[in-house]
């Protein structure tokens, strides 16, 4: 019960004792039929008597009652109210049955002091009963049939049993964890930390000196010296020994069963809330386990607060749980190791402003504080068929070092120079295999995949998810259990979407990680066996042969030659030529791009071999299994990537924190107006916090970028992290790859230009196009001088040597075949034009990048003559030439070419001296072969054209806001031309763009050189910096700058590249790990997306904040989306999808916020009224929050980017106003229409004077009871209308969405709602308003309002009930203020609609930027 308020609500105070309308008076039982009142008597009992019958104790009439009949009047347990002791026993005969209807109802005076009513509130009905029947039940011969409720008890004790079953539940387990405590202390005081913990931290001994490391008896200790990757996998990591405890385990299944038993006893409480268990009641006095409600109550808020302190508890110690009740051990004893990894900071975003650094550095703060800086996990101590103790952690396999005492990873290397791998083609002995199995473990990419139980625990232990429990517990308990079902079902088939998603991409990396095959050759022991996959080394001697199954190794060419398809590891379509590593001390053996050409790579695809000899194998040693495979890294890139913190995310984290600071208010807020304290109090606050932080907030959140993976799936683009969706949304700068994404996949031959002898030295001739005419040492350079080998029919190998050879039209013989020199590599050339004569190459030098050319040795059949002929980048042929052979317009003319963007190759050939044979000739080293007499012969140029749409991608990107560039391993030149022709660089109205290109000075390496392309004339790095800062202003001629991969680097050391980076176009000549560098220095700026094809811009890929591949290939995997259509408008459809969901979550999140303050502001105002609204306009709002939320969702992007991008700040100057201003509009139109229900007491008849609410005659736990009433039904309406306007105000928008209209889900659900609330609204009274307690009543109290207003109100209909809450009987308020209700209602819309267009977006926005500017980037798209 609680006291009225004097403001306004001063319920009946000129209106006299209020008075209940047509109560009912509850059955009355007499020792006699005789002795019952005549006004109370129903009309079967009265037939019964007149019949002469019977009246039997269950109210039948019959000629003899039986004995077995089930009295009605029976209150054994506790008497009937009002009765004395005595009453309780002997027999009782009910006056009146259900089935009677003569009885009328009565008019009921509540004089009696609310405080009196507390424990009888039917006192009022009880005398006004026997006033109109004329009886006392105090006679001892009439009672009613209404037993006496268990005596509330105001002060609980604390050692009741209802308690004590609570603190018991806590303090044994405490008890239990605290013996546990003293045990785990005692055993390891003794202990010095480092006897358990181990450091990584140290650097790994020198290789041996004695001992060869392949050898069979070598000892761990030496096998792990020759590593040279084993200090960087272990730095960061912290080692610590534990061995499974029995007391530990016993300790840690109590924490378990304590759970357990939490959970349990909340749902034995809610269920006892209904009265479930009255049977099994061990009091024996009441209908309830717990006794009453009132304790009941009780019992569950401490329960409670037991079981979320309990809970977040658990989810503190969560990662350290396992160790805790493990015992500790010296690492060598070790059957358990944990391994603590630092927490790398996750990548930041540029410019993510004070609150949400303050929230990151707040965050480093507390985890240094509470030494939570690593990720901790438990990994258990295997051991080998030999005894040898190992640990897998993260794909890696660290093995116990007896001598060293700790675990470490182990590698080998091969060779290390070409002559030593030719000297290790003797294979492994069995013995020694097995050795290194142990050390490097199987050949597989080993990972602990994910159970769905697991991938359960990992979704469902989030620390909202036990706020979301922990909310719906309470609405269980509080009759509230129909919306508590419903937002069960959205949470957890959230969660379970998420675990499904997360376990196919588990499962598909997975299947990408295993090899299949039936078994590979090996030699072993000197012979040829067939052995696992699994079961391959690094040493082994293999056999390569053709297969339709992924090759399971990284490996080494040493005798024999291959074509591999790397298609799924680098997205190149063609197939690439593998050759052998030559017999050469000199060289050194890499696995980098220098030997490329010599590698194999685990998940490429052999599709020909090409033996050295006819019928000898193709050999090949292994040098990497398992994980530090190439294929094995990519997995690993994909199982452990990069975290990355957004803006968003980290106000969140702020904007959660202040919510709940902001429930804890109106908690105490609700308290307070309700006038009340106790167990009830507690719960209304309860219901305020849990909507004003709404437990769906997550799960909408979520269902948001769902729905725009989904739609880009739809469209080829499949994204495996949905975060990255809403991060996509903020690009502002876009990077990408030339050759394959901005231009087709290969080059198309244009021509060549040759060098003509004249009288004042060489000089260019025109360009040529037509094989034939082309002068013969072109044609001979084009026919032997490549890599190109076939597979069937078709030629295969480098996309520009194909394209080179399939000009010639020309056929290619096998290599051996077709020659009788002797010489085992001999290829024949068969040419079809000119009578050409056929060419023998008699061997080949591969294109290796540090020396950026070819050579290939040939010999002409037709005179005996042998040439070398070379083919590579003009500089570097121009740099081994005899200068006398080169035009002295060579450079300017290869330049010339380039910035018209062609790919230029320069030839030049060297004629063997006739006095060396063929054989010494096949025989020279390279060095020797391309030491002297090299002569420039012509260029040949390629190109590689743009796609069709490339222009106009970057021409929508450009138009919405991204400042598009160019990374490339491309001539810088090529670079320019292509950036000029897809629209990259572009002039304006100022003039040409000027364009500057950055190189390394040929005299000083350390200095950069700025050149016009225009021109060629250099500039100084004053009057550029003059030049770039006078065009950033916009006074002056676009200019843009072009830089190498040198320069890139030599800049980023001066510390100049940061300054210039957004002046810079195109980046070229980089490198793989130059393109990552570049990537990051953008990051530092923006947030920087990178499209690519995956290859070897995989890196670059990975570390941008979105990556996106145009390939489906394997490596595409690393990057955040991979799209299966090769255009960049995927990227552009990105953008779309990306800025629409990020537009929809903040929409999302603005309408939950709001759903939850309207609920709290104008629920305060119900507080204070001490009313409520019905189950069913409850279960509406509910009910109708999840479609609406999730009908946001479904707006389509719209169809052009805009200029702009979302804001990303949840706290940004924008949000918080529209919020806010929502907030108190929302707040003012419900104080009006209060103000406007209460001004109906003197205006307009007068029809609410002496109709208010007097929320002290009832029970509040009995909320539903508080919604008959005209309070409870104006601000019911009201609030539904509001929470629906506010998803329609946050569903407008076109800029990053399609339309407010074309939201066809959206407008279809919004308006079924809006014309039910209109229906309930201005309805008159039907079974429909009575469903929801709105302008509905008995049908007593129509027929009176009927007679008194002159209305013509239904007063018998199908569902209208037979009780009203209320004193009047009913809350029917008249039509003209329905309308003017309705009108509030839709006022409330417009001045929304006008406030979020007119001010925030408009004014607002304005005044914000001025009021508070944001440190913006200044950049040209």
């Not at 299949?516 to 690094?538: F, K």
Request: charged share 20%; with cysteine; net charge neutral.
């Amino acid at each position: 019960m609680v006291e009225g308020k004097t403001f306004l609500h001063t319920p009946n105070a000129q209106c006299g004792v209020p008075v209940k309308m047509d109560a009912a008076c509850p059955v009355v039982c007499a020792r006699s039929v005789a002795q019952c009142p005549k006004a109370l008597l129903g009309s079967s009992i009265a037939a019964c008597i007149t019949s002469g019958l019977n009246v039997c104790t269950d109210g039948s009439c019959r000629s003899q009652c039986p004995a077995s009949v089930e009295p009605v009047c029976v209150c054994s347990k506790t008497g009937f109210v009002l009765a004395d002791a005595s009453a309780s026993t002997g027999t009782w005969l009910p006056c009146s049955t259900a089935a009677d209807s003569n009885v009328l109802p009565i008019n009921v005076n509540y004089t009696d002091a609310p405080s009196v009513l507390y424990d009888k509130p039917n006192l009022p009905v009880w005398k006004a009963c026997q006033a109109f029947a004329d009886f006392k039940v105090s006679d001892g011969t009439v009672v009613f049939n209404t037993c006496n409720a268990v005596p509330q008890t105001r002060i609980k004790n604390p050692l009741a049993p209802e308690f004590l079953a609570t603190y018991c539940i806590m303090s044994i387990e405490v008890v239990i964890l605290f013996i546990y405590f003293l045990i785990k202390i005692s055993r390891e005081r003794h202990s010095s930390e480092k006897d358990f913990i181990m450091i990584r931290e140290y650097s790994p001994t020198s290789s041996p000196t004695s001992k060869n490391p392949f050898e069979r008896d070598v000892e761990l200790q030496d096998v792990g010296s020759s590593s040279s990757s084993s200090n960087v996998d272990m730095n960061g990591l912290r080692f610590t020994g534990y061995r499974t405890d029995p007391i530990g385990m016993i300790a840690n299944m109590t924490v378990i069963t304590t759970s357990f038993i939490w959970m349990v006893l909340l749902a034995i409480l809610v269920l006892d809330y209904y009265a479930v268990f009255s049977r099994f009641n061990f009091r024996r006095d009441s209908d309830l386990l717990f006794n009453d409600h009132e304790l009941l109550s009780t019992v569950f808020i401490v329960s409670w607060h037991f079981v979320l302190v309990w809970f977040l508890g658990l989810k503190a110690v969560q990662e350290r749980s396992e160790s805790y009740f493990g015992r500790r051990v010296p690492i060598s004893e070790a059957t358990l190791v944990q391994i603590e990894k630092k927490v790398v900071d996750s990548v930041a975003i540029a410019n993510m402003g004070a609150i949400a650094e303050f929230v990151r550095s707040f965050e480093a703060r507390m985890r240094r504080f509470f030494k939570a800086e690593h990720s901790v996990s438990m990994v258990p101590v295997k051991v080998t068929s030999n005894g040898r103790r190992y640990i897998e952690f993260e794909c890696v396999r660290y093995v116990y070092d007896d001598r060293a005492g700790r675990f470490q990873p182990y590698t080998f290397s091969v060779g290390p120079t070409f002559a030593d791998l030719h000297q290790q083609l003797r294979g492994l002995g069995s013995s020694e295999a097995h050795d290194r199995t142990e050390l490097v473990g199987p050949n597989v990419i080993a990972f602990p995949a994910d159970t769905f139980y697991t991938a359960l625990i990992k979704e469902f232990s989030g620390i909202f998810y036990i706020y979301q429990m922990m909310s719906l517990w309470t609405w269980y308990y509080y009759a509230y259990y129909y919306m508590g079902l419903v937002l069960t079902f959205v949470i957890v088939s959230s969660g379970l979407s998420k675990v499904r998603v997360f376990l196919q991409s588990q499962r598909r990396v997975l299947s990408m990680a295993n090899f299949s095959g039936s078994g590979v050759r090996v030699l072993r022991n000197g012979s040829w066996v067939l052995v696992s996959t699994e079961d391959l080394v690094p040493g082994d001697v293999i056999e390569v042969v053709a297969s339709t199954h992924v090759l399971p190794v990284d490996a080494v060419l040493v005798d024999g030659g291959a074509v591999c398809d790397e298609s799924s590891l680098t997205g190149e379509a063609l197939p690439v030529v593998k050759f052998p590593v030559k017999n050469d001390p000199s060289l050194t053996y890499r696995k980098d791009d220098s030997t490329k050409s010599n590698s194999l790579y685990a998940g490429c695809f052999v599709l020909e071999t090409q033996p050295a000899q006819k019928g000898k194998p193709v050999l090949a040693i292994v040098t990497a299994t398992g994980a530090v495979t190439s294929k094995g890294r990519l997995v690993k890139d994909i199982l452990f990537p990069s975290k990355v913190s957004f803006v968003f995310q980290e106000h969140l984290k702020v904007v959660f924190f202040m919510l709940i600071l902001w429930g804890i208010v109106m908690l105490v807020l609700s308290i307070v107006l309700l006038g009340t304290t106790g167990a009830d109090a507690w719960f209304y606050g309860m219901f305020t916090i849990s909507q004003v932080l709404s437990p769906l907030l997550p799960a909408v959140l979520v269902i948001g970028q769902s729905v725009a993976s989904e739609r880009l799936a739809k469209k080829g683009i499949l994204c495996v992290d949905l975060d990255r969706i809403t991060l996509s949304g903020k690009v502002k700068v876009y990077c990408f790859d030339k050759t394959g994404t901005l231009t087709k996949e290969g080059l198309n031959f244009l021509g060549i230009q040759h060098s003509l002898v004249a009288a004042g030295g060489p000089k260019f001739g025109a360009v040529l196009n037509d094989f034939s005419n082309f002068p013969a040492p072109i044609r001979y350079a084009m026919l032997a001088c490549h890599s190109v080998t076939m597979v069937g029919d078709s030629p295969v190998g480098n996309f520009v040597d194909v394209e080179m050879f399939r000009t010639t039209e020309a056929r290619l013989g096998r290599p051996g075949e077709g020659s009788a020199l002797g010489i085992p590599d001999t290829t024949v050339v068969y040419p079809t034009v000119n009578s050409d004569p056929d060419l023998q190459i008699l061997k080949r030098f591969e294109f290796v990048h540090s020396n950026a050319y070819m050579t290939v040795l040939m010999r002409d059949p037709s005179d005996g003559k042998m040439y070398a002929y070379l083919k590579g980048s003009f500089e570097k042929i121009r740099d081994i030439c005899e200068p006398s052979s080169l035009p002295a317009d060579a450079e300017k003319n290869a330049r010339f070419h380039a910035s018209e963007g062609c790919y230029v190759l320069a030839f030049a050939r060297r004629e063997i001296p006739s006095t060396i044979s063929v054989s010494e000739a096949a025989n020279m080293p390279r060095s020797t072969l391309e030491k002297d007499g090299i002569n420039f012969i012509g260029i040949c140029l390629f190109r590689n054209e743009l796609k069709h749409d490339t222009a106009d991608a970057l021409e929508e990107l450009r138009d919405g806001g991204c400042r598009v560039v160019m990374i490339t391993g491309d001539n810088m030149d090529t670079g320019v031309f292509v950036a000029k022709r897809c629209g990259m660089i572009r002039s304006n109205e100022f003039g040409e763009v000027l364009v500057f290109k950055g190189d390394l000075d040929s005299k000083d390496s350390s200095k950069v050189v700025w050149t016009n392309t225009e021109d060629g004339s250099v500039i100084s790095q004053s009057s550029l910096s003059s030049l770039l800062a006078a065009a950033r202003v916009g006074n002056y001629r676009p200019t843009e700058l072009a830089v190498t991969g040198k320069a890139f680097n030599v800049l980023l050391t001066a510390g100049s590249m940061r300054k210039l980076l957004f002046d810079t176009r195109v980046f070229a000549r980089m490198s793989p790990d130059d393109k990552v560098m570049c990537v990051r220095l953008h990051m530092e700026k923006a947030i920087t997306a990178m499209c690519g094809d995956g290859g070897n811009d995989a890196g670059a890929l990975k570390a941008a904040h979105s990556g996106i591949a145009l390939s489906e290939a394997e490596s595409s995997v690393v990057a955040h989306f991979s799209s299966s259509n090769r255009s960049i408008f995927s990227c552009v459809e990105l953008l779309r999808e990306a800025r629409c969901a990020l537009d929809i979550s903040f929409a999302s999140y603005k309408y939950l916020i709001m759903y939850g303050e309207i609920l709290a502001f104008l629920g305060l105002i119900q507080y204070y009224f001490t009313v409520n609204m019905s189950q069913a306009m409850w279960i509406l709002i509910d009910g109708s929050t999840v479609p609406l939320s999730w009908a946001l969702t479904q707006a389509v992007p719209a169809k052009r980017l805009a200029r702009t991008r979302p804001t990303a700040r949840l706290l940004g100057p924008e949000t918080v106003i529209s919020v806010v201003g929502m907030i108190i509009i929302n707040c003012i139109f419900g104080i009006v229409a209060v103000v406007m229900l209460y001004g109906e007491r003197t205006a307009n008849g007068k029809w609410f004077s002496c109709q208010e609410f007097d929320g002290s005659y009832y029970d509040i736990r009995r909320w539903w009871e508080l919604a008959d009433n005209f309070e409870g039904a104006v601000t019911g309406i009201l609030i539904v209308f509001q929470i629906v306007h506010a998803a329609a105000v946050f569903g407008i928008g076109r800029v990053y969405r399609s339309g407010f209209f074309r939201n066809v889900t959206f407008m279809a659900i919004y308006g079924a709602i809006l014309v039910l609330l209109s229906v309930l609204t201005l309805s008159d009274p039907n079974a429909l308003t009575c469903a929801f307690h709105i302008n509905c009543g008995t049908s007593a109290a129509i027929t009176r309002l009927n007679q008194a207003t002159g209305t013509k109100y239904a007063n018998n209909f199908w569902g209208q009930p037979t009780e009203y809450y209320t004193f009047s009987g009913h809350n029917i308020l008249p039509m003209q203020f329905r309308v003017r209700l309705w009108c509030l209602a839709m006022g409330n819309l417009v001045v929304l609609i006008a406030f979020q267009w007119g001010v925030v977006l408009t004014v607002g926005r304005a005044i914000a930027k001025r009021q508070w500017p944001q440190s913006r980037l200044l950049y040209k798209p």
